[in-house]
């Protein structure tokens, strides 16, 4: 197997609940990702001279020691002693540093890709417990689908399949700073905490009303403050018959969930004219094969 071609998936969250704080600067989360059918190439090919070797179509994207598909590339082929070298070109079209955990989606495709190429035999739980080293994100960029998620991200428990919508994702042209929303928040208290408990319920009885109605994320208080744009793509989307609409995770993408695509479509156009976010995307959520 010489060469691979993958896809990346995006994520949103359902819901993002923060409880806390811990000693080492991370914070304890209860959380519900959805794998979304937005999604980066991502392909991988053997080469016979060793090392590492990353292109992508973002010319303002770093393809060094720093970007996280050549940090995932690097753990394993330092892990197993590989002799052979890779190249890992990123076709992206998730947008960057947008709360859709395209970085983490990208690393875990390379995992999972170099443990097929090169004949490793890592379950998947293997491959998890190697991701969060590289970030809260890839276990669960590993495992996709519906998924609860717990601890500082890293504690996943599948939920049941979210039910058929259509999700529209829209970001505005501004970036946020994950590690810089998470201090803000720790210098607020946390007065409204999401229905998390009620997502669950509403996918466990195929309910995409209660499922939209609790949705909740914690994470709003702090980016919306600063970026009142968050806000008017909400009630735009709502406007043309959202059923909700949230920003995923930190920010600043805008989520909506939407029965029909020409509803979806709809707020897609006039999100457009108002001009609050060129990156608008008509899509559907990704609910994971499982064996």
Do not use: W
Not at 146 to 155: K, N, P, Y
Not at 205 to 221: D, F, P, Y
Request: charged share 25%; glycine share 8%; net charge positive.
């Amino acid at each position: 197997m010489r060469q691979l071609e993958l896809k990346a998936l995006a994520k949103i969250n359902l819901g993002l609940d923060v409880l806390g704080r811990r000693e080492n600067g991370y914070h304890d989360v209860r959380m519900i990702m959805q794998s979304i059918y937005l999604y980066d190439n991502v392909t991988i090919a053997m080469r016979e001279e060793p090392g590492i070797e990353v292109k992508t179509n973002l010319e303002f994207l770093p393809v060094d020691e720093s970007n996280i598909a050549y940090k995932a590339a690097k753990l394993l082929t330092d892990e197993f002693g590989i002799k052979k070298g890779v190249t890992v070109t990123l076709e992206k079209h998730i947008p960057v540093a947008a709360g859709l955990a395209g970085g983490s989606s990208n690393a875990a495709a390379v995992l999972f890709g170099m443990n097929r190429m090169f004949s490793l035999k890592l379950s998947q739980q293997d491959l998890m417990d190697r991701g969060v080293k590289l970030g809260a994100d890839v276990p669960y960029c590993i495992m996709r689908g519906t998924v609860l998620a717990e601890g500082i991200g890293e504690e996943l428990s599948l939920l049941p399949d979210m039910p058929k919508c259509i999700v529209l994702i829209a970001k505005p042209p501004i970036s946020v700073s994950t590690k810089g929303v998470y201090e803000a928040l720790d210098a607020k208290t946390i007065v409204d905490h999401p229905d998390i408990d009620g997502i669950i319920s509403g996918l466990e009885t195929r309910s995409i009303e209660q499922i939209a109605g609790s949705m909740g994320n914690v994470l709003e208080q702090v980016t919306i403050g600063r970026y009142p744009v968050i806000t008017e793509i909400k009630d735009a989307m709502k406007e043309c018959g959202a059923l909700n609409a949230m920003m995923s995770g930190s920010g600043p993408t805008v989520f909506g969930i939407f029965k029909d695509r020409r509803s979806a479509k709809n707020a897609q156009n006039l999100i457009r004219d108002r001009k609050l976010a060129r990156q608008v995307y008509v899509t559907n959520v990704h609910n994971a094969r499982r064996k």
